[in-house]
């Protein structure tokens, strides 16, 4: 990692320290080979082609998207995606999945009765169904039980089942990583258990995984892993000591514009670091290079940091923001920095496709 902002890079900007991007690809996907786990990583976090070409090329079995929208995208790098969410698409989406399923491997999620007869409507049965299950996020999934009634149900209506996921969503909370990595391994092994018995179908995908948890994840029982911040790592990570500042791979840079004793502002704001605050969170981003600064007052344009740090007006600091998928989808593009020299930028391919 460069230990100073790159010169010449006009602010803000998204920058990504391309180093520190690789070594996040490498480590992770080596530790999952290590736990017979195969990775595909969720890209709704950077949106961008490059960096999807990148996880590929270091080994993902495929990609995991948000959005219909999303898959159009990465079926440009990609011909394995799986879209996880429970999806009630409308006439035109179903004409896109269908097209898009005659071009690459295809799946989607759903976690209720209603939903799958919707799918089965109109679905092209080259499409796989994978079933969410809750594992304790308590967000979207049905209960792991259930799992093999909705399977049972999916087959009769011609729906080929392929396994199914869950999020555990609440690895996002100081403390928790391994208790939701073990709630997320016991739901899967119930879910999978559940389905054998309603339906005889013994090979299973069970697709779990987040940043926070990912390294706890549990041989032998999950097969797939989704986790889609690690490529960067966030503020988020920093305070829940999931990464550490040298595993941070996009900053915001950041222009002072004016100071006071205590505290200076920055020319960069919700508009592009994103407003988003975990309860967690000691402020609303994190600076790089000054680890006890904290971002205390957050307008579009502008944010305030604290620090009694000699800061000069007209200096650029390195940004880190609380969420960078909500930050990354904010900006048309990213700047590529290796070493001392900032390259052409990579633009953000699915920026914007949220449906």
Known sequence: MSSRPVPGVATPALVVDTAVLDRNIAAAHH???QAGVRIRPHVKTHKSLEIAGRQLAAGASGLTVATIGEAEVFAQVCDDL??????????AQFAVLNALASRVRLAVGADSAEGIAHLAAALDPAVELMIEIDSGHHRTGCAPEDAGALAAAAGRLGLRVRGVFTF?????????TASAAADESAALTAAAASIRTATGQDELELSGGSTPSHRSTAAGVITEARPGVYVFNDAQQWEL???DPSAISLTAYARVVSTRPGHFVLDAGSKVLGADRAPYASGYGRLLDLPEARIIQLSEHHAVVTSDAPVEVGSTVRVVPNHVCTA???VSEVVPVLGTHAHSPWPVDARGRNR
């Open 31 to 33: 530790f999952l080979a």
């Open 82 to 91: 799986f879209i996880a969410y429970p999806l009630w698409p409308d006439a």
């Open 168 to 176: 555990p969503g609440h690895s996002y909370g100081p403390g928790t």
């Open 241 to 243: 000591g999931t990464a």
């Open 328 to 330: 990354v989808n904010l």
